[in-house]
């Protein structure tokens, strides 16, 4: 995934993710503080209002980062891409 396709998914926030308070973020090692402010602000630029991070740790993410706000998902996780780049050499 690029950057164009990541703004392209920022773009598409739902109407029902602007009304939540929470937003999941998901990464395979600790978010520092100076990470969690910037995904906070960015967040919150994007919805409308502030979210509370819940930060998590998963080891199924491998690198990168998913953020979800309701029903809203934004997944840049290595996880993902290899997933998608698997789907393209199937269909090939």
């Given at each position: 995934?690029?950057?164009p396709?990541?703004?392209?998914?920022?773009?598409?926030?739902?109407s029902q993710a602007k009304k939540e308070k929470y937003a999941r973020?998901?990464?395979?090692?600790?978010?520092?503080?100076?990470?969690?402010?910037?995904?906070s602000?960015?967040?919150?630029?994007?919805?409308?209002?502030?979210?509370?991070?819940r930060s998590r740790i998963s080891p199924d993410v491998l690198g990168g980062v998913k953020i979800q706000v309701g029903d809203w998902v934004v997944d840049t996780t290595?996880?993902?891409?290899?997933g998608k780049l698997s789907e393209v050499l199937l269909v090939s």
């Open positions: 995934m690029n950057v396709d990541v703004q392209i998914l920022l773009e598409k926030v739902t973020v998901e990464g395979s090692v600790p978010f520092t503080e100076d990470e969690k402010k910037k995904i602000s960015v967040l919150a630029k994007l919805i409308g209002h502030p979210v509370i991070l290595l996880k993902y891409q290899l």
